[in-house]
């Protein structure tokens, strides 16, 4: 009889996003995503805005960076920047990937 273990993967979230939960933030360990579904909901690092979730997080990649849930971005001169440093209109927030989307604080 074999006896197989599980091991989940363990990712940080990325910087500027942070968890209440040991290990989860940038520069840690690493957590699970059961472990991160357990936090609170997550928050910014000043600098850093938008309206984070970490519903539908992933962690593919042992030792990686939690994708799939909605992260903190950077703010540079009153703009936040998305993927590639795409600058958003005043007012907008980048919680996903790609896009500008406006959302409320």
């Given at each position: 009889t074999r006896v197989y273990e599980i091991v989940e993967n363990s990712?940080?979230?990325p910087m500027g996003t942070l968890s209440d939960q040991y290990n989860c933030n940038t520069g840690e360990a690493g957590c699970t995503v059961a472990?991160?579904?357990g936090a609170s909901e997550l928050t910014c690092v000043a600098g850093y805005g938008g309206i984070?979730?970490?519903?539908?997080?992933?962690?593919?990649?042992d030792g990686g960076t939690f994708t799939g849930a909605t992260f903190c971005s950077v703010i540079v001169d009153g703009f936040y920047l998305g993927a590639?440093?795409?600058e958003c209109p005043p007012g907008d927030l980048i919680p996903d990937v790609e896009t500008c989307r406006v959302a409320h604080d």
């Open positions: 990712c940080t979230l472990v991160l579904d984070p979730t970490k519903a539908n997080a992933e962690c593919t990649t590639g440093g795409t």
